[in-house]
């Protein structure tokens, strides 16, 4: 070999061990490497959430090998190995678990690749997220989720607004607080927003109409206040929108009406005060409807039921509601459950008119002054079971029913109408003896008694007796 072509070779040798430094790519034994700085982030992350103790040394050939770490995907860019998916907590029984003490380290956000990074039970103990290093996650990260965290406390990160390729961001059950940063209006790529079950307050901002590609919208269960944003309506593909358990007030706003895919609708436990018939009324697509602990308007709420033959679900309990229940809720043929309890309600049951509803597994009518008999068939209360309720409406009896059925279950509360009818004529001679002590007794008050005793029920012993009664005082 000549010395041209030795010191060529060297050179080679020079410029591969160079590389090798710079990239530092380890192949593993399926043939694909991962660079050490990606391995090294990883570690280092996760060892800031479950100790300084595990090192990966029990991983061969590394956590995008034979033996994955559970929580962990990979996924190959230019031949190479990068980490895709992590998930940190209690997933699964062999997931890793969190330390008491834990940090965010900053090789997480040096993941380049990460498009879905999901927190699950992790945080117990008081921690508030930093705001910076979130903006080097922009330009891949499509998923973030906080899940169970009761330690996360302190304000949303504004830099959040900064992940614009999201398309999933869950933030459930944690210990967020204040009011939500404005720049989450930035998301215009979400298809899904959870923020249930935090500590967020003030108002809704009214940036809703960047949301054109949204699917599901959970609020509930915050402290957020004010009226909906006006822009609500904009949100043209949306499909569920929760705002339950908050403090909004108002009416619903007029775009709603306009949300033509929106199977779901909860605003339970607000201060909602109107725009039913005006406005919910219009979505024809709605399959859950719950409005229940709302001030409603009565009037509002008498509107034309017949016209969402969708309904599946419809809670309309603790909303004051007075009146005869709406014939129109007789006409939903897909209804499964109805709640129409703790209410004002009065008038009689259409029993043979809701007996007739193909689906209905659950009726609840209790806590209202609903009067008369209850019509249902023995069939109707074994396929109901617990799930009818009638109690607390003082003057509603229970038709007589002679069933043999192991599975027939009476209404719990309601007296049979036959007892109801006895003791309401006892309540009448009882009565009308205290009167004949203080009056002199006649031939024509004896025939009144009778009368007034033959209208209840009564059978012909007891009225025979009681004209003996009368004629011996």
């Known amino acids: 070999m000549s010395w041209i072509h030795s010191v060529l070779f060297l050179f080679l040798v020079f410029r591969w061990c160079i590389a090798g430094e710079s990239s530092s790519p380890e192949v593993t034994d399926d043939g694909a490497p991962m660079e050490i700085s990606e391995r090294e982030a990883l570690y280092s992350t996760i060892q800031g959430f479950v100790g300084d103790s595990w090192n990966g040394s029990d991983l061969y050939p590394d956590p995008c090998g034979w033996t994955p770490i559970q929580g962990v995907s990979c996924d190959l860019y230019d031949d190479l190995w990068y980490v895709t998916e992590l998930t940190l907590g209690l997933v699964h029984e062999n997931s890793l678990a969190c330390a008491a003490s834990l940090e965010i380290k900053p090789q997480l956000f040096k993941l380049k690749h990460l498009k879905s990074l999901s927190f699950v039970k992790c945080f117990t103990s008081s921690l508030t997220i930093s705001k910076e290093d979130w903006i080097s996650l922009g330009s891949n990260l499509e998923s973030l989720e906080f899940r169970s965290n009761p330690g996360l406390i302190g304000e949303l990160p504004e830099t959040f607004g900064s992940l614009t390729n999201l398309k999933s ?96 609708l909860d605003v339970r436990n607000n201060r909602i005060s109107g725009g039913f018939s005006q406005n919910v009324e219009k979505i024809r697509s709605l399959t859950d409807l719950v409005l229940s602990g709302n001030p409603m308007d009565i009037d509002d709420m008498m509107g034309k039921w017949e016209n969402m033959g969708s309904l599946v679900v419809l809670d309309l309990s603790k909303m004051g509601l007075r009146g005869d229940i709406p014939y129109g809720l007789t006409k939903l043929k897909r209804l499964r459950f109805l709640g129409l309890n703790d209410n004002e309600l009065t008038g009689t049951v259409p029993s043979k008119e809701l007996e007739t509803l193909p689906y209905l597994g659950a009726l609840y009518i209790h806590g209202n002054n609903l009067t008369g008999e209850l019509r249902f068939s023995t069939k109707f209360y074994e396929k109901m079971g617990t799930r009818f309720k009638a109690s607390k409406n003082p003057n509603l009896c229970q038709y007589d029913i002679v069933s043999e059925s192991r599975s027939y279950v009476p209404p719990l509360g309601l007296k049979p109408c036959s007892k109801m009818k006895k003791t309401e004529g006892d309540l009448v001679i009882l009565q009308t003896l205290r009167n004949l002590k203080k009056e002199d007794s006649s031939s024509s008050m004896s025939l009144m008694i009778t009368r007034r005793v033959l209208s209840n029920g009564l059978t012909w012993d007891l009225l025979l007796e009681l004209s003996l009664i009368v004629l011996l005082i």
């Open 169 to 264: 961001l869950v933030v459930l059950e944690n210990g967020f607080n204040g009011k939500l940063p404005t720049r989450l209006c930035n998301l215009s790529s979400l298809k899904r927003l959870v923020l249930a079950g935090n500590l967020f307050t003030g108002t809704i901002p009214d940036c809703f109409n960047g949301f054109k590609n949204l699917l599901i919208l959970d609020l509930s269960r915050n402290s957020f206040s004010g009226t909906l944003p006006s822009t609500i309506g904009e949100m043209v593909s949306l499909l569920k929108l929760d705002l339950s358990n908050n403090q909004l007030e108002g009416k619903l706003p007029q775009g709603i009406g306009f949300l033509k895919n929106l199977t779901l």
